[in-house]
């Protein structure tokens, strides 16, 4: 069926009216660039191994959430997430702001979020929620607070479990407080709750590397509150070039299999294909898939198989080069005694890193890929190559620590993942 748009005469004229010179210096239109996510995850069962550590239903409380964004611009927008939800879902009121600290924010900054032009709004069951453009001019790298009042009593199905900072959930309609960390009934997690991006306006050759990936990704041993999971020092190296850097990692997560979050091959599109300038994605995915069959996360699945794995690898490149993205493949990190200790300390067997070490010289010598990081040989101990470098080490055995993941991004050749990328003055916002 043809959709035919009506215009007035007047306005027809004006349409075909502009010279070539005006249309040849006309401003290149601004579009919308992903600058921050937290991918979406069903919240499990108090029967599951690890705690949720959210509250069961929210009712009459506010969430306020900070995030810290890679690229900045004169607007951004924001994401809210009902991925998971069997019910509608209904947001009173929602704000951003520039952080100040903790849970405080910058008064100046405020403003009032609005969906549809209207200052509430309902989530469907399954839907994401995008707010209105909101004139605030944020820099490269800033902190923003996004707060959020649920009205009434909403199920928390959707989470991102594993946030790396301090959330609060407080009494009442708070998303115009200044600070709330203090207010009578505080509650903290460090959980991600309905909040999944961060959008900005940019240029138009601005662009975003996604990196989809595990716990290694999501930052699993990283300290809370400082930004030092390995994507983050990534995005302070590319923020200069307006290049944003997004983490669709999840603790837990497989290529193939669904545990704490849906199969990559599952949420590749909604994680990292739909975010908008996304042109490069890097996958570091694969030690899950591994180690966990036979553990206490799943004791009852069969390990996959090297043709299986690397089939699964095939369709993730399939799926970007039909939307013009390139894909870069990362090989698996060390993990020799990993998670002693703990009910996991089966994670680690030889014949599982026999596997491991197969799917590192695939992704090495296939082709498959536009280019290959070699985490493998840049995180393992000279003296004792299947385990992490002890200054790496987060003491797990298994996930780095913040040095770790700092030589992880400062070891990456910044070119590999720059799509014909032009360097540009880092965004400086000027606050009206």
Avoid: C
Wanted: hydrophobic fraction near 45%; proline fraction near 8%; aromatic fraction near 6%.
């Amino acid at each position: 069926m043809q959709r035919y748009s009506l215009l007035p005469a007047a306005l027809l004229s004006l349409a075909f009216s502009a010279s070539p010179a005006q249309a040849a210096n006309a401003e290149p239109a601004h579009g919308w660039l992903a600058s921050w996510t937290a991918s979406p995850q069903a919240v499990w069962g108090s029967d599951f191994v690890l705690p949720a550590n959210v509250p069961a239903v929210l009712h009459g409380q506010t969430v306020r959430q900070v995030a810290r964004i890679s690229v900045g611009g004169p607007r951004v927008r924001i994401v809210l997430s009902n991925a998971y939800g069997k019910a509608p879902l209904r947001i009173g009121a929602a704000t951003v702001a520039l952080a100040a600290s903790a849970s405080a924010i910058e008064a100046g900054s405020l403003r009032t979020l609005t969906f549809a032009g209207q200052p509430s709004a309902t989530m469907a069951p399954g839907s994401p929620l995008v707010s209105d453009p909101v004139a605030l001019s944020v820099p490269d790298l800033a902190r923003l607070t996004v707060s959020v009042h649920l009205p009434q009593p909403s199920a928390t199905a959707t989470f991102h479990w594993d946030g790396r900072e301090t959330a609060w959930i407080a009494p009442q309609d708070q998303t115009r407080a200044i600070r709330i960390d203090d207010a009578p009934g505080v509650q903290t997690t460090t959980a991600r709750l309905l909040l999944s991006a961060i959008e900005v306006e940019a240029a138009p050759a601005a662009q975003a590397v996604a990196i989809l990936g595990d716990s290694i990704t999501d930052g699993a041993s990283a300290s809370l509150g400082i930004d030092a999971r390995w994507p983050d020092f990534l995005a302070r190296r590319l923020a200069p070039q307006g290049v944003a850097v997004i983490n669709a990692g999840i603790s837990g997560a497989r290529l193939l299999s669904d545990g704490m979050g849906e199969n990559a091959l599952a949420r590749f599109e909604r994680d990292v294909l739909a975010q908008p300038g996304v042109r490069t994605v890097i996958v570091l995915l694969g030690i899950n898939d591994i180690s966990w069959p036979g553990t206490a996360f799943a004791p009852q699945q069969q390990r996959p198989t090297l043709e299986e794995l690397s089939s699964g690898y095939a369709q993730l490149v399939a799926q970007a080069r039909s939307r013009g993205v390139r894909v870069i493949g990362a090989t698996v990190t060390p993990f020799e005694g990993a998670l002693p200790g703990t009910p996991l300390s089966d994670y680690y067997q030889p014949e599982k890193d026999a596997l491991r070490q197969q799917l590192n010289a695939w992704i090495r010598d296939s082709g498959l890929f536009d280019a290959v990081l070699d985490f493998d040989a840049w995180a393992r101990d000279p003296a004792h190559p299947l385990r992490l470098l002890p200054a790496y080490d987060s003491g797990d055995h298994l996930h780095p620590g913040d040095a770790g993941n700092r030589a992880l991004a400062e070891g990456i050749d910044l070119p590999l993942l720059l799509n014909n990328q032009s360097p540009r003055p880092a965004y400086k916002a000027v606050l009206k």
